[in-house]
């Protein structure tokens, strides 16, 4: 009997054994991880694709509008999406969940703020809230600065326009993209020039402009200037499929520091954003333990010693 117990015992191994090494199925190798164009997303993007080669994945990032990398997810084509920001994207959420095509694994960034900005000496000329623009739309040339089309921010300010709020009715959202938007704060900043455009935290804009942010956007942006949370969103069933995938996704939460930091080695010191995210995290060892705690590698190895060592750490 008791050789018996031991012969299960044993195979009771060799079968949770073999279970951790087919962990996640082969479809899984890949990731497939949209990008909207925004630099935070493409910092946390960058990070985890740093992270999940070093655990023998490969993250598989297209550049895809907010809109279509949804309907990507809707229709199973895309897995991972690390750019959820809520509430400005409820709408999207309020569609994906009616159809249930996707799962929230992790708020990875609280403390981020989106709603409208002007340069500080704008603001000390007296426009400090929404209600303040219309009086001025002549020195604004009755635009607002968006992002890229399609960008659920600028539906939103559109919506607004569209509604006559704050006597706005005859103003234009002008869209293009986060980078174009900036050169064109930048070039007003130059000239002392009046501008009103899109801002958020995390971003080194915050560093490199003296901006104010505006007051009074509540219904459009939420409370404290349009104060957010970011959500980590995997499409139905990826997380089953991809347990350790997802146990990875799970446990990747960020900062407004290391946002920042990395959307600066990006933007400002023109790195590759794969390139940026190795010297982030050589420089912060620290963070491995708490992303990689009961992850293991594709095939079934610790996953920590593992990252360490292709970081060469």
Partial sequence: ????LRAVCALSVVISAGSALAADAPTCKTVRMSDPGWTDITSTNAIASVLLQGLGYTADVKTLSVPIGYEAMKTGNLDVFLGNWMPAQQKFIDALNEANAVEVLATNLTGAKFTLAVPN???????KDFKDLAANADKFGN???GIEPGAPANANIQKMIDAGEFGLKDWKVVESGEQAMLAQVKRSASGKGWIVFLAWAPHPMNEAFAITYLS??????GPDYGGAEVRTLARAGWSSQC???ASFFRNLKF?????????????DEGMDPKAAATVWIKAHPQALEPWLAGVTTFDGKPGLPAVKASLGL
């Fill in 121 to 127: 000496y704008v603001a000390e000329a007296g426009v």
């Fill in 143 to 145: 635009q607002i600065y």
């Fill in 255 to 267: 900062d407004l520091a290391t946002e920042n930091a990395m959307m600066g080695k990006i933007l």
């Fill in 243 to 245: 347990p350790n995938a």
């Fill in 1 to 4: 009997m008791n050789r018996f």
């Fill in 216 to 221: 009074g956007g509540d219904a459009y942006f």
